[in-house]
C-alpha cells in the first residue's frame, strides 16, 4: 500500500502494512496483528512519545545488560518484523545474544525467523530447531523452551513484547527481566524487574543510543544507578502519563 506522506498517521499505516506483509510472508502468527492494535491503541493514548519514566527504565535496563554476565534479547515474530535492524545493533551494543522464542512456535515459522536475521546480517541467532534447546518448568506452552547457551543460562533477559506468564517464571529462576510493553498495568510490566512503557519502535534505538553512552562509565556508577531505580514506582509514573488532558 503506498500511503502518502502528508496522511496524518503516515508512520502508524505504513507500520501496519509491514505487519500486514510480515504476516503474509509467515513471520507472523494471525493473532499477532491483535496484539499489535492492541499495543497501538496505548501508544494513542500515551501520546506516541517517549515519556520521561520511559527513558529512566531505558537507563536501568540498558545498565542491567552491560553489566550481565550472560545478557539474552529474547525476539519473536512482531519484535522481528518491526524493528529487527535496530535489535541487532543493541545486542552488537551490548554484546547480548538474540534468541527466537514463539507461543505459535512452527519449525516454518522458526527458520523463516532465522533467516531473516541471518540476511540482515546477524547469523548466530539462538532458539532454532537446530539449537540445543531446554525447556523452562511450569511454562505449559511452547515458550517454555530456551537455548542451553542462551535463555536457560542468563542472568538478564530482555523479553520485548512478551507474556506475563514467562516473564514471571523466569524471574523466579533468578534472572532479572526487563520488558517493554505499552500497558503499564500488564502481567508482563507487572511482573517483570525493569518495565519500560513505550513502543519497540522507539525504545530499541533509543537504548542503543544510551549503551553508547553508559558504555564509558564505570561498573560502580553503573551499579548505583540501577540500586536507585524502583521499578513499582516508575510505573506509577508511567500511568500517570497515560491520563487523558484537557485542551
Known sequence: MKVPKNHPRYESLVIRDKMVKANEEGILAPSALIAHGRGEAFDYLLGEKTTLPAKRAMYIAVASLLLAENPVISVNGNTTALVINDIIKLAKAVDAKIEINLFYRTPERVKKIAELYEEHGYPNVLGTDDDELKYLKNIENPRASASKNGIYDADVVLVPLEDGDRAEILEK??????????????RTSIKSEVSIVDNIIRAI?????????????????????????NNKENLKDSLEEFKIKEE
Open 173 to 186: 529462576t533468578g534472572k532479572k527481566i526487563i520488558t517493554i510493553d505499552l500497558n503499564p498495568l500488564s
Open 205 to 229: 534505538p533509543l537504548m542503543t543510543q544510551i549503551a553508547e553512552d553508559l558504555k564509558e562509565q564505570d561498573e560502580e556508577l553503573l551499579t548505583e544507578l540501577i540500586e536507585s531505580y
